[in-house]
């Protein structure tokens, strides 16, 4: 398990704003529930930080997400103002299971 987060800490070292990560990986979104959320967007809702009406909404503070599927993905959150002071904004490139992340 990847763990990610609190979302505001993913440009810290080793936790970066864009990763590769395998297919396997479930990646842990953990944060205060009610002080972040995550959502899932495609690369239009990633650079302009905007999420359709209608785009699935996680809260619990302890999201568990299995990448489960090959290709880009991305997440930020959806609190007000969050992104431009975090950033709070996670890409992944999802690589085949015999991808090894680099240490
Ligand atoms: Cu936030």
Not at 37 to 49: D, I
Not at 55 to 65: A, F, P
């Amino acid at each position: 398990m990847t763990k990610v987060g609190p979302l505001m800490l993913i440009t810290e070292p080793g936790l970066r704003e864009s990763s590769s990560l395998s297919v396997t990986t479930t990646v842990f979104f953990n944060y205060p529930e009610g002080v972040h959320n995550v959502l899932k967007v495609n690369g239009t809702g990633f650079q302009e930080c905007a999420a359709p009406a209608g785009t699935v909404v996680l809260t619990s503070g302890k999201d568990v997400i299995n990448l489960a599927t090959t290709g880009r993905k991305w997440y930020i959150c959806g609190v007000s103002k969050h992104r431009q002071v975090g950033p709070q904004k996670l890409f992944i490139t999802v690589m085949p299971a015999s991808f090894a992340p680099r240490s």
